[in-house]
């Protein structure tokens, strides 16, 4: 059976220059990246190399990236290590409060919860029906005792694109640090971290054809931030630990290609989201499109059916090839609501009837109108079984 694989905000296939460039490391440049000897100096060539790549592709310097083994520590070192420099800083006003939407991934909503037990207060801003969080919430919330501001770029389920220069410009009025999830933006629209406005940013190799477990934390020269990785005097003593050297290669070459690819090739994958989404929506009755369609990254629509268990209609998908998702991976497998679509306001019904489908580099026509042509027979036999 032919398998076609829609879970890309899940994970993406490495590009083979990427396992290319990663063997290559593996062989050839095992060396330690901080030995002084030839051995090490080749291998900290490669991250250099990376750390450029990175810098272009998010308009940064390579002097402020900073490796990390993923989205998820990326974003625990930003809220964590912003939040010990606001500690230590003595100010007359201790500034001990953090703001985010209601509508992160787990590692921004689980970390912030770890700063209130060690006394921090919080806020979780609203978002629309449509899933965006408004610059006048913000401007509500925001405080002289606003330390951290942490927005998403993109949303890892409904895909939306927040205002991010906006929420920037607000926080850093009130003299608050902000940073953003970029995880689901970076490689599939242009970010660029001066013209957003930020001081912080997060990206992640897995989600753009790199491999995983390996990421940025990018932050803006002059940001005060504590090292939550103690060790050695890596990474500049802002991440103490030997670099993945292997990783960083694969990370580096994923971020020249997504770099070189992105114009053609978000309006390509665009044309096949839409393709989907209207493919769907027009052939299968009862279903809807849950959050914004535009602003929204090229890659993803989430759908909700009328009368079909999102979990039953993920396995029934993947019994005739195809994966979806039904929200977050971290979430799937717990028949939880989606939180993003909680938030949103959406009804039971369609919290639980909805499924992610997210596009990427290897996807067709054809796969497509495979998928179009399927569903709606397997919708109907679900239906059917729930009707009995
Ligand atoms: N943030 C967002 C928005 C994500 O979608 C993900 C991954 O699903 C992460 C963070 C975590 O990234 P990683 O898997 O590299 O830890």
Not at 145 to 165: C, D, F, R, W, Y
Not at 275 to 282: A, K
Not at 344 to 369: C, K, W, Y
Request: hydrophobic residues 40%; neutral net charge.
């Amino acid at each position: 059976m032919s398998r076609a694989y829609f879970d890309h905000n899940a994970t993406t296939p490495p590009d083979p220059m990427v396992i290319e460039a990663m063997a290559r490391a593996l062989k050839e440049d095992f060396g330690n990246p901080s030995s002084v000897h030839h051995f090490g100096q080749r291998a900290k060539a490669v991250l250099d190399e990376a750390r450029s790549a990175v810098a272009e592709l998010v308009g940064g310097e390579p002097a402020e990236v900073v490796f990390t083994s993923g989205g998820t520590e990326s974003d625990n070192m930003a809220l964590r290590g912003a939040a010990e420099a606001l500690e230590s800083a003595a100010a007359a006003t201790p500034r001990r409060h953090v703001i985010t939407s209601s509508i992160e991934h787990e590692a921004v909503l689980n970390t912030v919860k770890a700063l209130t037990r060690r006394g921090w207060t919080s806020t979780l801003l609203p978002v629309d029906a449509s899933g965006i969080v408004s610059p006048g919430s913000l401007a509500s919330a925001i405080t002289r005792e606003t330390g951290i501001v942490s927005v998403m770029h993109a949303n890892n389920e409904i895909g939306t694109v927040q205002p991010l220069a906006d929420l920037a410009a607000i926080a850093h009025e009130h003299g608050a640090i902000f940073h953003t999830d970029a995880v689901q933006s970076v490689a599939k629209i242009p970010v660029d971290v001066r013209a957003l406005g930020v001081d912080l940013l997060t990206l992640s190799a897995h989600k753009f054809n790199g491999p995983k477990g390996v990421g940025v934390l990018w932050i803006r020269r002059g940001t005060r931030l504590v090292s939550t990785m103690t060790g050695g005097k890596h990474e500049r003593n802002r991440r103490g630990g030997t670099e993945n050297v292997p990783g960083i290669a694969g990370l580096g070459v994923a971020a020249r290609l997504a770099r070189k690819k992105l114009d053609g090739e978000a309006q390509r994958i665009a044309a096949l989201r839409d393709r989907l989404e209207h493919g769907i929506l027009s052939t299968v009755g009862g279903t809807a499109v849950n959050g914004a369609p535009s602003p929204r990254v090229p890659n993803t629509t989430n759908i909700s059916f009328d009368g079909v268990e999102a979990e039953s209609l993920l396995i029934a998908l993947d019994l005739e090839g195809f994966a979806v998702s039904t929200g977050s991976a971290c979430s799937s497998g717990t028949l939880e609501p989606s939180h993003v679509l909680r938030a949103m306001g959406l009804p039971s019904h369609r919290t639980q009837n909805s499924i992610r489908f997210s596009l990427g580099a290897g996807n067709t026509e054809a796969e497509v109108d495979a998928l179009v042509t399927k569903l709606p027979g397997v919708v109907a036999k679900l239906r059917s079984l729930v009707r009995r």
